[in-house]
């Protein structure tokens, strides 16, 4: 598993730079170096440090905060379909992104989209959390998901419709879509905190989703405190994906696919998946933007987009071998 690790840093950092590199003027390795050091051209420095930096690190804070809920979600309800865009999370946080752009609550502070994203989060959360209690249906759970998603996209199609001004419209569509074009450090530090302290309380409380692999009678056998887990879960998660809502939008899926790319590399373990999968869904998102910034189209795609275009088939795919599996 460490070579594994080490495998998905170096990668990460080595897509990152690739970010750098790479666009509609791609630059060479000296430029970016230099540019990066402070010591290249100002304009080289501009692109480099003003622009694609930033918007590189935003993609692989956006995957690493879905590709650690993701996994964290799936060990809290054992279900390998469990992610925070399938479950409405995601869609429940972008609706309270929406409402504030909306309402132009964003001009009375920088704060109120991150904080706004993150209460909708970790509203769809708790409620998701509850109804896992009442059900063991999987399939229960998945709608009752895909429920929270409907909603939340009913009521942003009507936000939509209600537009203002078309300048408000075009924010929320990007919100919908899902994108971490001009995404600057001001955005990263405003989504930062609440995006760290998401990904900390998900690895502090990561030991206790081993014990759950037993079931939950003999979690608790074992001294699971059950109760303390999942708020652990469910507050982790609903501050990392709302805090990856805030600064990219709706990004569906990846939560699903790295968590199972991973998984046979950790022996299954909900726990040891956490870090593997950050890494990866990180790594995903920095790849998928640097396609979406040199595909030749008359205007740039979407990551949200994207994502689903490749999430999509890859969650069909998982939950028909899980069908296959179970029969």
């Not at 890494?279 to 933007?289: K, R």
Request: proline residues 4%; hydrophobic residues 60%; charged residues 10%.
């Amino acid at each position: 598993m460490r070579t594994g690790l080490i495998a998905l840093v170096l990668a990460s950092l080595a897509a990152i730079f690739a970010a750098c590199l790479l666009g509609s003027t791609p630059m060479s390795a000296q430029q970016v170096l230099l540019a990066l050091l402070g010591l290249g051209e100002q304009g080289d420095q501009l692109v480099v440090v003003q622009i694609r930096l930033p918007r590189a690190l935003a993609a692989f804070a956006v995957g690493a905060a879905l590709g650690a809920s993701g996994a964290a979600l799936q060990g809290l309800l054992r279900n390998p379909l469990a992610e925070p865009g399938v479950l409405g999370v995601s869609a429940s946080a972008s609706l309270a992104a929406t409402v504030t752009l909306y309402y132009g609550l964003v001009a009375i502070s920088a704060w109120v989209m991150p904080v706004a994203a993150i209460s909708g989060a970790l509203v769809a959360t708790m409620l998701i959390a509850l109804t896992a209690l009442r059900t063991a249906s999987a399939v229960t759970l998945i709608l009752v998901g895909v429920g929270f998603s409907s909603f939340a996209g009913a009521v942003m199609n009507l936000l939509m419709n209600l537009a203002p001004n078309p300048f408000s419209l075009a924010d929320m569509i990007n919100w919908m879509l899902g994108s971490v074009a001009n995404r600057s450090f001001h955005d990263l530090a405003l989504a930062a905190p609440f995006l760290v302290a998401g990904l900390l309380i998900l690895f502090i409380g990561r030991r206790g989703l081993s014990a759950l692999t037993l079931g939950e009678e003999a979690a608790s056998g074992v001294g699971l405190n059950l109760k303390r887990q999942r708020i652990f879960v469910v507050l982790g998660t609903g501050l990392a994906t709302g805090a990856a809502v805030s600064l990219a939008g709706v990004i569906g899926f990846v939560g699903i696919v790295a968590p199972h790319i991973v998984r046979s590399m950790v022996d299954h373990d909900p726990a040891r998946s956490l870090l593997p999968a950050a890494l990866l869904a990180g790594l995903m998102l920095v790849l998928a933007d640097i396609g979406v910034r040199i595909a030749q189209t008359s205007s740039e795609l979407k990551l949200g987009v994207v994502a689903a275009l490749i999430g999509a088939p890859a969650f069909i795919w998982i939950a028909m071998r899980r069908r296959t599996v179970h029969d």
